[in-house]
């Protein structure tokens, strides 16, 4: 068996065509979708990531602001922007780039983003939405992963699915998602006793551990859906030492799994898209004036 390959650049590169015509269309009717990025500090890979989504902003009509603060800022500083990005009707999305420095209670800071520019879906209210069933902004992540479920015609009503990691990012919205789509959903983390009994029952195997090929072969079932949400470098020693990996060996997965998402190539840009998808989406509303 030869897992089919869920390509998430091609999936992505489809739905930003589709929201760059969405975004045209609602700067035509005079509301250009706006998404504000704060990054606080030195932090290289964050400074990457803002760089991709302000450039993907750009690519899908979406008016980016970025606002740096070096690593040295007071959070007072930060909260202040938040209040007045809150209050400008041009900005219809607001990201802070995490991690922030240990001095930020981060918390605080997503909690003072309202909750109809949550374009990264992290504030209370819109987790609580999210676990009651209720139109929300999803967490990006495992709104791409649905997404690229959802395109690959992945049957999850009645799968067994098994999310590996708990994290607010990633594993806890992602059982929540898999739920309300009717998967029965099982959440292993670093307390769990044999991981791999769990894993190999999954037909659906979404993985954000954070820990380069953690999941091998032998702990996946036969014809499985193997979704890898990790992004890690492959370890001294190996024969691809430095280059990018996920949390599964996708070279051994990919003989026994169904289907199976690359690292890198697959969530992903699957990310970055879905954050693009819920700033047209609370630009929309703004059009439509509210909710």
Known sequence: MTARILDGNALSAKLRSELAAQAAELTARGVQPGLAVILVGDNAASAVYVRNKVAA??????RSLKFDYPQDAQPAAVLAKIAELNADPAVHGILVQLPLPPRFDEKVVLEAISVDKDVDGFHAENVG????????FFPCTPHGVMKILEYGDIPVTGSDAVVVGRSNIVGKPMAMLLTQAGATVTVCHSKTRDLAAHT????????????ALAIGAEMIKPGATVIDVGMNRFPDGHPQAGKLCGDVDFDAAKAVAGAITPVPGGVGPMTITMLLANTVESARRAAEGGR
């Not at 939405?129 to 929300?136: D, F």
């Not at 190999?200 to 820990?211: K, N, P, Y």
């Open 129 to 136: 939405r999210l676990s009651q069933g209720q139109p929300a």
């Open 57 to 62: 902003c750009e690519k899908a009509g979406i």
């Open 200 to 211: 190999r029952r999954a037909d659906i195997l979404v993985v954000a551990m954070g820990r």
